[in-house]
């Protein structure tokens, strides 16, 4: 399976790092999956490192995924290694918030903890046993 550990959806953020639909579409099509990356500059529809970035984004990205890859598609790739992410995070310790994002916009209980973290268990377990 294609697997984008760190990357967001380009309709959204024209960064070069982003996917295309046609991208989205081989890694699907390969059983693979994307996780969302929390740096801003490949969030924000502008492209700017600005950690006054709101999580509505972050869950416009998400749905897009999952518009495109399904449920079992997607995951939290973040990046707390040093990019600017949104203030409202963070760090590790603001996730729950992101969490909450999600299921205020309709996501249920299992598809949250598919996101957050069952995906890549499955992921793992696919590709390296």
Same mark, same amino acid.
């Given at each position: 399976?294609?697997?984008?550990?760190?990357?967001?959806?380009?309709?959204?953020?024209?960064? @070069?790092?982003?996917?295309?639909?046609?991208?989205?579409?081989? $890694?699907? &099509?390969?059983? %693979?999956?994307?996780? /969302?990356?929390? =740096?801003?500059?490949?969030?924000?529809?502008?492209?700017?490192?600005?950690?006054?970035?709101?999580?509505?984004?972050?869950?416009?990205?998400?749905?897009?995924?999952?518009?495109?890859?399904?449920?079992?598609g997607?995951g939290?790739? @973040?990046?707390?290694?040093?990019?600017?992410?949104?203030?409202? $995070?963070? &760090?590790?310790? %603001?996730?729950?918030? /992101?969490?909450? =994002?999600?299921?205020?916009?309709?996501?249920?209980?299992?598809?949250?903890?598919?996101?957050a973290?069952?995906?890549?268990?499955?992921?793992?377990?696919?590709?390296?046993?």
């Amino acid at each position: 399976p294609l697997v984008a550990t760190h990357s967001n959806v380009h309709a959204i953020c024209g960064h @070069s790092r982003n996917l295309t639909e046609w991208q989205l579409g081989a $890694i699907r &099509d390969s059983g %693979g999956m994307v996780g /969302l990356n929390f =740096a801003t500059g490949f969030l924000r529809e502008d492209g700017k490192m600005n950690a006054d970035t709101s999580l509505d984004i972050m869950v416009r990205h998400v749905d897009s995924l999952l518009q495109a890859l399904g449920e079992d598609g997607v995951g939290l790739g @973040s990046d707390f290694d040093g990019a600017m992410i949104p203030a409202v $995070i963070g &760090d590790v310790t %603001g996730l729950p918030k /992101l969490l909450d =994002a999600f299921a205020a916009r309709g996501f249920g209980r299992a598809l949250i903890e598919k996101i957050a973290y069952r995906n890549w268990i499955s992921m793992l377990e696919k590709t390296i046993g």
